[in-house]
């Protein structure tokens, strides 16, 4: 086959559950499970089809490597690849939009109700034996608390904040919503629209949901966290460099934040100490909200087509 394809880090996507075939039908498949930075040329070689998850891919590589046509990014954000010199290159760059909306919909709120119940650390408790030894029927460690007739505050209403939104309303939550664009037909009695100021000062709980760009690197900072209402309940599924997380790390530790539970953080995986991991009231896990099979599984299949498409001289997701 003339077409020779290399993913340089498939491992994140397809740890084994998954199958490359629909790549390997449109081409010489290569996959490498993770490249390191000084590994990228050489495992391009004379590819002409590149596709990358985290690993980067700047105007270095692209001078290093002309055979290269096409850039799949397997994930929405695309920051990895400097998408203006492979304009320069000539070379096409696709990234997958909409796989995870439901995935990560639904993560929100797995984290939201571990807040709510402590689900993992009462069933520590019971296991380490303190209900066979509890004076009463039942015990609780922390303040648990009903969503119903709460506010939520979800600041970026795109395609997976709508989703959170529409579980919101489901467990009987008010909405407010911040977006630059405001679709209408998302407004109901349970969900309006807002400025910034109002969102902060009257949600019970914030989920961010908003892409990382100049304006909203550092959005959750000590001004902002100030303009919340004390106990609010944090989440944050989006990017991790929208927390100044020393700031939010203060915030916890005062109590004017109660509890924060974030999926993404500043530097991943953390490589020091982090403020967020050593604060008792935040839960923090490893960037897992986009990773169910099913969500996966379409995201394949959409980086599988993106490609079709390419060579087929047709354009999809192209960024």
């Known amino acids: 086959m003339d077409t020779k394809i290399v993913v340089l880090d498939g491992y994140t996507l397809n740890p084994g559950d998954l199958s490359w075939d629909g790549f390997a039908k449109l081409g010489d498949l290569i996959v490498h499970e993770r490249t390191s930075g000084e590994d990228v040329v050489d495992r391009i070689g004379n590819a002409s089809i590149v596709i990358t998850n985290k690993t ?43 796989y995870g909306t ?26 380490q034996g303190r209900w066979h030894s509890s004076k009463d029927f039942c015990f609780w460690d922390y303040p648990l608390i009903e969503l119903a007739g709460k506010t939520m505050g979800i600041v970026g209403l795109g395609r997976i904040g709508h989703a959170a939104s529409r579980i919101a309303q489901a467990f009987g939550m008010r909405v407010l919503a911040f977006d630059a664009y405001r679709n209408p037909a998302y407004e109901s009695d349970s969900l309006r629209y807002v400025e910034m100021d109002e969102l902060l000062s009257s949600s019970d709980v914030i989920s961010l949901h908003c892409p990382l760009t100049k304006e909203t690197t550092g959005l959750v900072n000590a001004e902002s966290i100030a303009k919340m209402k004390k106990g609010v309940l944090l989440v944050n599924t989006s990017r991790g460099p929208l927390i100044v997380e020393e700031d939010l790390a ?20 953390p490589r020091d100490v982090n403020v967020l991991v050593e604060s008792a009231n935040c839960i923090v896990t490893p960037h897992i909200a986009w990773a169910p099979k099913e969500s996966r599984a ?9 490609l079709e498409a390419f060579l087929a001289g047709k354009e999809k997701n192209r960024v």
């Not at 490597?65 to 290159?89: K, W």
């Not at 439901?102 to 296991?127: D, I, N, P, R, W």
């Not at 203060?250 to 995986?269: F, I, T, Y």
């Not at 379409?298 to 993106?306: K, S």
């Open 298 to 306: 379409r995201l394949m299949d959409i980086a599988v087509a993106n």
């Open 56 to 98: 980067p891919l700047g105007k270095d590589v692209f001078e290093a490597c002309p055979s290269i046509r096409y850039v799949g990014v397997l994930a929405t954000g695309y920051n990895v690849v400097d998408v203006a010199s492979a304009r320069e290159h000539g070379i096409v760059v696709t990234n997958i939009p909409t």
């Open 250 to 269: 203060k915030a916890l530790e005062s109590g004017h934040v109660a509890s924060a539970a974030v999926d993404v953080l500043a530097e991943e995986p």
């Open 102 to 127: 439901t995935a990560v919909a639904q993560y929100v709120f797995a984290l939201l109700l571990e807040m709510c119940h402590h689900v993992g650390a009462h069933s520590g408790a019971v296991k």
